[in-house]
Each structure stands twice: as C-alpha cells, then as structure tokens.
C-alpha cells in the first residue's frame, strides 16, 4: 500500500525515532508499504517518520541512481535500529532532495564513507561499511531517525533564502506526484 508521505513542517518529523523489537506490530508489512512507497515516488531511500511512524527504521535502493551515473555499486537494504558507528573518507558536496521537502534540491556536505551497525527485516544484526551514494543515503535517512532533515545542514542565510518555499512545503501549498501530508492535513 503506498502511504502518504509527512512533509517539512510536520513535527513528527522533529521527533527522535525509539527502537523497536522483532514483535513490533505488522513490521514486515511496514517495509513492504514503504518500498512500494519510496518506489512510487522515485525516491533512493524512506524513513519510517516520513510516514508517520516513529521508530528506528530506513529503507535505501539506490540501483536506478547508481545506473543513471554507470555505476554498479547499487544497495538495495532495510536498516532496522541502526547506529552510524564511523563517519570517514571524504567530506563530499551533492545536491540533495528529499521526498519530506519537495521541489528543494541544496548541497550538503557529507563524508563519503559510513560504517553502520544494524539490523536487517528480519533483526539479524550486521556490521557494514557503505561508500559513495549508498553512504550518502544512509547519512541523509538517518538523520530522519534523529529528527532532522537536509535543511539543518544549510547555512543559516541559505535557510533564510529558503523560508518562503520552506513555508509552503509546511502548508500545504506545493504539489507532487505523489501523496503527502502537510501540517494542513492534520
């Protein structure tokens, strides 16, 4: 079922995400929704808050990405409690977007290697190094379990640049091709 996803604005999005257990309700249903979610909105990754759930739960694909650019380093994974345990290499610039903050594409700098502890969806528990795009989606999504977006990465004057669009993402006032919820929707 594709869910609607919770727009900038919206203060579930502001919540830290809690860690959930293997008897979390409907878990494996969760994740299949928000494949299909993230699928039909074109997005490379979804957090469970975009969704509406606070809990300590992403999803990443990053095969159409990696193939547009000719890569093959593609990762298709569920991250269920995970801890960013290493941030390394680089420090990349890339201009990101995100399925809560539509229509706004900003660079943020991140570092281009992550070393992440979790679980899989079915709370089998890894250790795993991630390089390149996959990297940057894992940072960016988990950033939604700690209750931020992209934007707390800009500058304040980028910030300020950015309130007008900012504030009609928050109201309601943008479209998309998918569904969202605005602060208005509830």
Same mark, same amino acid.
């Given at each position: ?6 727009? =900038? ?14 008897? =979390? ?35 990443? *694909? ?9 890569? *093959? ?31 706004? +594409? ?15 969806? +079915? ?16 940072? +960016?999504?988990? *950033? ?8 707390? +990465?800009?500058s304040p004057l980028r910030k300020t640049l950015l309130k007008r669009k900012l504030n009609d993402i928050s109201t309601g006032k943008t479209t998309t091709f998918y569904k969202t919820k605005s602060n208005k929707s509830f």
């Amino acid at each position: 079922m594709i869910l609607p996803v919770l727009v =900038y604005g919206n203060s579930l999005l502001k919540k830290e995400s809690q860690e959930i257990t293997s008897h =979390y309700p409907d878990v494996q249903t969760i994740i299949a929704n928000m494949y299909e979610t993230m699928y039909n909105a074109k997005g490379v990754g979804l957090a469970a808050p975009q969704v509406g759930l606070s809990i300590c739960l992403f999803i990443i *694909d990053t095969k159409e990405a990696e193939e547009a650019a000719n890569k *093959d380093k593609s990762v298709k994974q569920t991250f269920i409690n995970p801890e960013i345990i290493e941030l390394a290499g680089e420090s990349c610039v890339y201009s990101e977007g995100c399925l809560s903050v539509p229509e706004i +594409h900003e660079d943020v700098t991140r570092k281009s290697k992550v070393t992440v502890r979790y679980q899989d969806e +079915h709370f089998t528990e890894h250790i795993a190094v991630f390089e390149g795009l996959p990297a940057r989606v894992i940072q +960016h999504e988990y *950033d939604h379990l700690m209750g931020k977006t992209f934007i707390e +990465h800009l500058s304040p004057l980028r910030k300020t640049l950015l309130k007008r669009k900012l504030n009609d993402i928050s109201t309601g006032k943008t479209t998309t091709f998918y569904k969202t919820k605005s602060n208005k929707s509830f």
